[in-house]
């Protein structure tokens, strides 16, 4: 169906001429713009998205760009490095400091009470 002869096509004629009779379906072209130039997408044979030599794909990201999935195991996992934690307390009953062992590395938390008030808590140092 070809459009009237004015410039202004309206949204259907759009469609209309995008219709692939072969597929039966509405198609449309994916193009791609650098700034400079466009230029259609390319697909390979398979209809993935087609990537230039020497393009950045998961295999070869090494500088630090490359996305990472981690997959989070069990605190009670071999692979885990548990910490072990022990808590000391003062007189008053207070928590005091917070040890945990990481390997052979203690590293403490202490925490700081004024009139029975917990005013301060530690970054972790190790010992």
Not at 1 to 25: C, G, V
Not at 105 to 126: H, K, Q
Request: proline letters at 4%; glycine letters at 8%.
């Amino acid at each position: 169906m070809n459009p009237t002869t004015t410039n202004k096509h309206t949204p259907q004629n759009i469609l209309n001429w995008s219709f692939d009779s072969d597929f039966n379906l509405l198609t449309v072209g994916l193009i791609g713009y650098d700034g400079s130039v466009t230029r259609r997408v390319k697909v390979n044979s398979n209809g993935e998205l087609a990537l230039p030599t020497g393009a950045s794909t998961s295999d070869n990201q090494t500088n630090g760009t490359q996305q990472t999935k981690i997959k989070e195991t069990a605190p009670t996992d071999a692979t885990k490095n548990n910490s072990e934690t022990d808590l000391s307390y003062d007189g008053d009953g207070n928590l005091q400091y917070i040890d945990e062992t990481i390997g052979a590395t203690v590293y403490r938390t202490t925490l700081t009470y004024t009139a029975g008030v917990l005013t301060n808590v530690s970054p972790a140092v190790a010992q």
